[in-house]
Structures are given as structure tokens and as C-alpha cells.
T-cell receptor
Framework: TQLLEQSPQFLSIQEGENLTVYCNSS?????LQWYRQEPGEGPVLLVT?????EVKKLKRLTFQFGDARKDSSLHITAAQPGDTGLYLC???????????FGKGTSLLVTP | ETGVTQTPRHLVMGMTNKKSLKCEQH?????MYWYKQSAKKPLELMFV???????ENNSVPSRFSPECPNSSHLFLHLHTLQPEDSALYLC??????????????FGNGTRLTVT
């Protein structure tokens, strides 16, 4: 199993602050996906990164895939309470059939 | 409305009970998955079905038995569970099992408590 380590595990910030969360592995992934899970709901896909060094932006969220395709980061600018949730990264498993997930970063943004 | 519907949302069962979790997707996808989500652990892949055929069984105990009668429906039959099986069980679907270009669409899960 290819392990994905996410950090920090928990993050509590105030509205308007910037933050970065990380997803690291010793394995190379063909792609990584980021999901957000809100309480009482299932994870929802935010973005997929495929190419080493790739940067994708989704409004205030910026996703980066490491050059060696072993790590990824998510940067949120001017966080809002609506950004609260569990952020999960996931990579394609060795079998190619399904995703391996990290434990996630639990983010709380207070007004 | 996520396109993937799971029932029931909550389930409490004793260790000797038999129950089933149901998942239905209205997205026209061909692959369906069961994941287990426990506190402080990564999502654990349990089973994968592609075109109704099981393609992955991730060393899941036999007290969990999946069934996929067609590409739109997926069941997880439960019997003689243990308290450590208490978790959120998530169903997901994707167009195919080629995950990098087929993101998962999750249901909202069944919160299972085994007493």
C-alpha cells in the first residue's frame, strides 16, 4: 500500500488568514486528487493534479503537485468559514483500480 | 443530491444481528466502491466492483459480504460484527476504475454503531 502522510492533522484559524496543508509520500503517484469532506457528508472532489510541477487554482485554493510526483500542497488564501472541513488527498493505488487516501487535515475557520 | 444515495444514514446493531447497507447511483457509472472511514485512520478501501464484477477485495473479514446485482446498486451485508467495526461506511462510484481520470463520487455514508 502506498502511504500518504498529511500535515498538519488539525488546523484552527481565523477568517481572513492564509494556510497551507501538505500531502507527502515516499512513493511516486501517477496523479493525486484532493477532496473536501464536510460534517455528515461524503468527500467531494476539488481537483486532480497529474503532471509533476503542475499548479492548479480553484478560486482561493491553489494546488501544487511536486516535481517528483511524490507530494502535493493546498494553499488557501483569505480563508472563510465555508472552507471548514476535512481535506483529503488521494493517489491511485498500485492496482490502478482505486485510490489510497491520507488521514486528512481537519480545518476549522472561525469568523 | 449527490447522485449516490446510501441507506440507512444511521444504523445501530448488536454483534449477533444481520443487516445490509444499500447504495444506489444515478450517474451511469460502471465502477462502485465500499470504503470504511474510522476516526484517526485513512479511508480504507474495502471492495471494488467494475461492470458488476468484483475486482478488488482488500483483505476484508468475511463478516462483510458485498453484492453488486447491477452497475447501479451495491450492497454490503453485515453479520456477527465486532465493536471495532463501528465506523462511517462510504459508497462511491466512478465512470470506470481508471481512477486518475475518473474521480470518485461519494454518498453521504452510513454511520454504523455495533453494540
Amino acid at each position: 500500500t502506498q502511504l500518504l502522510e498529511q500535515s498538519p492533522q488539525f488546523l484552527s484559524i481565523q477568517e481572513g488568514e492564509n494556510l497551507t496543508v501538505y500531502c507527502n509520500s515516499s512513493s511516486v503517484f501517477s496523479s493525486l486528487q484532493w477532496y473536501r469532506q464536510e460534517p455528515g457528508e461524503g468527500p467531494v472532489l476539488l481537483v486532480t493534479v497529474v503532471t509533476g510541477g503542475e499548479v492548479k487554482k480553484l478560486k482561493r485554493l491553489t494546488f501544487q503537485f511536486g516535481d517528483a510526483r511524490k507530494d502535493s500542497s493546498l494553499h488557501i488564501t483569505a480563508a472563510q468559514p465555508g472552507d471548514t472541513g476535512l481535506y483529503l488527498c488521494a493517489g491511485v493505488s498500485n492496482s490502478g483500480y482505486a485510490l489510497n487516501f491520507g488521514k486528512g487535515t481537519s480545518l476549522l475557520v472561525t469568523p | 443530491e449527490t447522485g449516490v444515495t446510501q441507506t440507512p444514514r444511521h444504523l445501530v446493531m448488536g454483534m449477533t444481528n444481520k443487516k445490509s447497507l444499500k447504495c444506489e447511483q444515478h450517474l451511469g457509472h460502471n465502477a462502485m466502491y465500499w470504503y470504511k472511514q474510522s476516526a484517526k485512520k485513512p479511508l480504507e478501501l474495502m471492495f471494488v466492483y467494475n461492470f458488476k464484477e468484483q475486482t478488488e477485495n482488500n483483505s476484508v473479514p468475511s463478516r462483510f459480504s458485498p453484492e453488486c446485482p447491477n452497475s447501479s446498486h451495491l450492497f454490503l451485508h453485515l453479520h456477527t460484527l465486532q465493536p471495532e467495526d463501528s465506523a462511517l461506511y462510504l459508497c462511491a462510484s466512478s465512470p470506470t476504475t481508471s481512477s486518475y481520470n475518473s474521480p470518485l463520487h461519494f454518498g453521504n455514508g452510513t454511520r454504523l454503531t455495533v453494540t
